[in-house]
């Protein structure tokens, strides 16, 4: 059974530029969830998906959007991109909403922001 | 405010030192409380959920225990793989049904042979 998938798995940008990073979760999840990660915060909340509606968003500038689609996978767009950017974003899938569900997370999009 | 806090921020073991990661929580409700491994350049690998105080599971060399405000990670003898960073996690319990998790700041484990 394949993992979840995260593309690219690293990247460099400079300040100002866009990127978008995609995610594959397993199949049949029906759950996205995208988290930042960073030495000095960890684990920080982003976005969540189900059925191609996000559901729940984290303390996150507009600048950080996602989407997706009817097929379960999802991408994350980050606009006009910041030094402090620069992070580990990992994308986990899950069967459903309900109940205290399990996680899987992908191997993560390593973003450099020169 | 729903917070998780991890003890202590890094440790490190001999090969066979058994010791204990902590992991202490305040939300206004608990639905479970979740432990990952992470190794680097990887995401993190679920573990265990533990969902009431009391409870307790292991895996190999591995033990989380939960009570009302904490949750432990004991590790019995443990090896070089076993180092990794070990994270704690709590999913948020209000504004309807969400996967969301509140995750702790991990411990370092660095076990030396």
């Known amino acids: 059974k394949a993992g979840v998938t995260q593309t690219p798995r690293y990247l460099i940008k400079t300040r100002g530029q866009q990127v978008t990073l995609s995610c594959s979760p397993i199949s049949g999840h029906r759950s996205v969830s995208w988290y930042q990660q960073t030495p000095g915060q960890g684990l920080q909340f982003l976005f969540e998906y189900f059925s191609e509606t996000q559901r729940n968003k984290g303390n996150f500038p507009g600048r950080f959007s996602g989407r997706q689609f009817s097929n379960s996978r999802s991408e994350m767009n980050v606009s006009t991109l910041e030094l402090g950017d620069s992070a580990l974003y990992l994308c986990a899938s899950s069967p459903r909403l309900t109940g205290a569900n399990v996680l899987t997370f992908g191997a993560g999009s390593r973003l450099t922001v020169l | 405010e729903d917070q998780v806090t991890q003890s202590p921020e890094a440790l490190r073991l001999q090969e066979g030192e058994s010791s204990s990661l902590n992991c202490s929580y305040t939300?206004?409700?608990?639905?479970?409380l979740f432990w990952y491994r992470q190794d680097p350049g990887k995401g993190p690998e679920f573990l265990f959920t533990l969902y009431s105080a009391g409870e307790e599971k292991e895996k190999e060399r591995l033990k989380a225990t939960l009570t009302k405000k904490e949750s432990f990670l004991h590790i019995t003898a443990p090896k070089p793989e076993d180092s990794a960073t070990y994270l704690c996690?709590?999913?948020?319990?209000?504004?309807?049904?969400?996967?969301?998790?509140?995750f702790g700041t991990g411990t370092l484990l660095a076990v030396q042979p």
């Open positions: 996690a709590v999913p948020l319990i209000y504004g309807g049904a969400t996967n969301k998790l509140i």
């Open positions: 939300v206004s409700g608990l639905r479970g």
